[in-house]
């Protein structure tokens, strides 16, 4: 069992960044790990995604450039550095683990973080 606490959201201006963490608890060792978010009315969207080694990332077109996702194995954390925010990156984001990463790109994730609110004003 993998349990996924998300953290770091928050209210920020256009332009400006956020730090979104998340801290996994039990084996997550050989999973990779990625973020989602979700904005009202809408499907739960990737984000992005790295693999168990750190070697492999991959973007939604949207954040491409903007976003950077890295992982700290010996602190079982992963981070979201989000910069350039926009107010269409406005969604609650979740973290989530699957041992296939291009499963976890298709938002099916095994293990689900609770979520963690971004707003970005105009």
């Known amino acids: 069992q993998v349990q996924l606490l998300e953290s770091g959201g928050g209210l920020v201006q256009a332009g400006g960044s956020l730090r979104l963490s998340c801290a996994a608890s039990?084996?997550?060792?050989?999973?990779?790990m990625g973020w989602f978010r979700q904005a009202p009315g809408k499907e739960r969207e990737f984000v992005a995604v790295?693999?168990?080694?750190?070697?492999?990332?991959s973007y939604a077109d949207s954040v491409k450039g903007r976003f950077t996702i890295s992982r700290d194995d010996a602190k079982n954390t992963v981070y979201l550095q989000m910069n350039s925010l926009k107010p269409e990156d406005t969604a609650v984001y979740y973290c989530?683990?699957?041992?296939?990463?291009?499963?976890?790109?298709?938002?099916?994730?095994?293990?689900w973080g609770q979520g963690t609110q971004v707003t970005v004003s105009s």
């Open positions: 989530a683990t699957a041992n296939d990463l291009w499963r976890l790109r298709s938002v099916r994730g095994d293990y």
């Open positions: 790295i693999s168990w080694s750190g070697v492999t990332t």
């Open positions: 039990g084996r997550t060792f050989g999973y990779a």
